[in-house]
């Protein structure tokens, strides 16, 4: 099937390109300050993928907060999706370069982003 002359392969591949890509950036960006837990095969991921932090919930609120929209699970986990047709790898690429400066710096560290809300 086809939408505007794309096709749902090529939606596929793209959210498989985009969630690559987001991993490989954190990855080299942040080193072992995070833990992929999300399949590294991106056929079992789909199109979310996520990393662990021991304060990943107040990180996920640091993001939140410059423009990095994410969600979090208990007890320790940052999940982020990827839309295809909206996001570009710029995008991933930019991401992962907030997410390294939020960890590096230590500005989750702060009692705004720890606050816990019903949902984030």
């Known amino acids: 099937a086809t ?5 749902m392969r090529d939606v596929a591949a793209k959210s498989r390109s985009l969630s690559q890509t987001f991993i490989d950036q954190v990855e080299a960006r942040c080193g072992d300050e995070v833990r992929l837990a999300s399949p590294r095969d991106p056929i079992q991921r789909g199109s979310h993928v996520v990393f662990a ?13 410059r423009g990095v929209i994410g969600d979090f699970r208990a007890p320790d986990l940052m999940r982020f999706g990827f839309a295809p047709l909206y996001n570009s790898h710029t995008e991933m690429v930019r991401a992962a370069e907030v997410l390294a400066e939020i960890l590096s710096s230590r500005a989750w560290d702060q009692p705004r982003f720890k606050a816990r809300a019903k949902v984030t």
């Open 3 to 7: 939408f505007d002359g794309i096709s």
């Open 53 to 65: 932090h021991p304060e990943g919930y107040a990180v996920m609120q640091a993001l939140i907060a």
